[in-house]
């Protein structure tokens, strides 16, 4: 075990996620900045406590973090990283990198799917704290923000033992356009185009590889998770094949057809033709024409015959077990001190 000298813990906030129109289309609520502020002090606060040296922030159009900090009292040194804004998610990989110089290796981030989508395409040589801020909230936890910051400084101290963290899994694209990456879902949709932000339509959903197919999750994770779960600690996948609006009428022996929670609140049938695990690193074509969508975000093109590969490896950020790295501190005296 290090002490608490050079124990770094970076916040990372989208300014914008669960904020558009896609939770305005649903029955969503949206999360505002104040929410957020809040949520970023309850993290520093918790990685105060448990002895954090430095905490960084990044600064955004809407100061969340560095106005959540300001009022402050903190025995961490505060450093607010500054670099030309571009609003999108390149500032998010631009944060990342940052942090990463900087010599942050453990991170808290507040976002959605598509937040934690662009850390990772930066880099993935860092402990992850995911916080659920987003519109589609899969790969993020629902944890009191005040305990991941408490866990983010034991791990930054090397406190937190390496059973109580593993990789995640990630999907690596190589389409006709380029390289790319996601997390929980890629899903080839016909009938539309690069950059729509409404919810999926489920009548235009071709084919979908999940990394995670969870019952208790929204979006296309469910779709996967209602017929034959498969879990973030699991390894492979689960790839469907959907019914067309062409073919429904005449479904194969074997088919389901569920009501699915595509967005919160907010449910549509959807017809599944085939179910089948995938392994890590087995390569899935998915074939045009059609938009290919990764964690919701539709950008990549695929012309008639153009193809697109895809397949689920562990090696992303290393996933923190908050409730274990808690237990383990309590378990291990780090915390209270015997007074007699």
Same mark, same amino acid.
């Given at each position: 075990?290090?002490?608490?000298?050079? @124990?770094?813990?970076?916040?990372?906030?989208?300014?914008?996620?669960?904020?558009?129109?896609?939770?305005?289309?649903?029955?969503?609520?949206?999360?505002?900045?104040?929410?957020?502020?809040?949520?970023?002090?309850?993290?520093?606060?918790?990685?105060?406590?448990?002895?954090?040296?430095?905490?960084?922030?990044?600064?955004?159009?809407?100061?969340?973090?560095?106005? @959540?900090?300001?009022?402050?009292?903190?025995? $961490?040194?505060?450093?607010?990283?500054?670099?030309?804004?571009?609003?999108? $998610?390149?500032?998010?990989?631009?944060?990342?990198?940052?942090?990463?110089?900087?010599?942050?290796?453990?991170?808290?981030?507040?976002?959605?799917?598509?937040?934690?989508?662009?850390?990772?395409? @930066? @880099?993935?040589?860092?402990?992850?704290?995911?916080?659920?801020?987003?519109?589609?909230?899969?790969?993020?936890?629902?944890?009191?923000?005040?305990?991941?910051?408490?866990?983010?400084? %034991?791990? $930054?101290?090397?406190?937190?033992?390496?059973?109580?963290?593993?990789?995640?899994?990630?999907?690596?694209?190589?389409?006709?356009?380029?390289?790319?990456?996601? %997390?929980?879902?890629?899903?080839?949709?016909?009938?539309?185009?690069?950059?729509?932000? %409404?919810?999926?339509?489920?009548?235009?959903?071709?084919?979908?590889?999940?990394?995670?197919?969870?019952?208790?999750?929204?979006?296309?994770?469910?779709?996967?998770?209602?017929?034959?779960?498969?879990?973030?600690?699991?390894?492979?996948?689960? %790839?469907?094949?959907?019914?067309?609006?062409?073919?429904?009428?005449?479904?194969?022996?074997?088919?389901?057809?569920?009501?699915?929670?595509?967005?919160? =609140?907010?449910?549509?049938?959807?017809?599944?033709?085939?179910?089948?695990?995938?392994?890590?690193?087995?390569?899935?074509?998915?074939? =045009?024409?059609?938009?290919?969508?990764?964690?919701?975000?539709?950008?990549?093109?695929?012309?008639?015959?153009?193809? $697109?590969?895809?397949?689920?490896?562990?090696?992303?950020?290393?996933?923190?077990?908050?409730?274990?790295?808690?237990?383990?501190?309590?378990?291990?005296?780090?915390?209270?001190?015997?007074?007699?």
């Amino acid at each position: 075990m290090s002490n608490s000298a050079g @124990a770094a813990v970076g916040i990372l906030v989208n300014p914008m996620s669960g904020r558009d129109v896609r939770r305005l289309a649903a029955r969503a609520t949206n999360m505002t900045h104040e929410a957020k502020r809040d949520i970023v002090a309850r993290i520093a606060a918790g990685a105060d406590a448990m002895g954090a040296s430095d905490i960084f922030i990044a600064k955004e159009p809407f100061r969340i973090a560095s106005a @959540a900090l300001e009022q402050m009292s903190l025995r $961490a040194r505060v450093h607010v990283i500054e670099f030309p804004l571009q609003l999108d $998610a390149r500032d998010t990989e631009t944060v990342v990198h940052r942090y990463l110089e900087a010599g942050v290796r453990t991170i808290v981030s507040l976002g959605g799917d598509g937040t934690n989508r662009a850390m990772v395409r @930066a @880099a993935c040589n860092y402990h992850l704290i995911p916080l659920s801020t987003g519109t589609n909230n899969v790969f993020p936890m629902l944890v009191e923000p005040t305990i991941a910051g408490m866990v983010a400084a %034991l791990q $930054a101290r090397g406190m937190v033992p390496d059973h109580l963290s593993r990789a995640a899994k990630v999907l690596h694209v190589k389409s006709p356009r380029g390289q790319d990456v996601g %997390l929980i879902d890629a899903v080839l949709l016909e009938r539309d185009h690069v950059g729509n932000l %409404l919810p999926f339509d489920a009548g235009r959903l071709r084919q979908i590889l999940l990394t995670r197919a969870e019952p208790d999750a929204i979006g296309m994770s469910p779709i996967g998770g209602l017929i034959e779960p498969v879990y973030a600690d699991e390894d492979g996948g689960l %790839l469907l094949h959907m019914e067309t609006q062409e073919n429904q009428r005449h479904a194969p022996e074997g088919a389901y057809e569920l009501q699915a929670p595509l967005s919160p =609140g907010w449910f549509q049938t959807v017809r599944v033709k085939s179910v089948s695990r995938v392994p890590l690193g087995v390569a899935v074509p998915f074939r =045009g024409k059609g938009v290919l969508a990764l964690d919701g975000d539709r950008d990549h093109r695929l012309e008639i015959n153009e193809t $697109a590969v895809v397949e689920i490896r562990r090696d992303g950020p290393m996933l923190l077990d908050v409730a274990g790295a808690m237990r383990h501190a309590v378990a291990a005296g780090m915390i209270a001190r015997r007074l007699s």
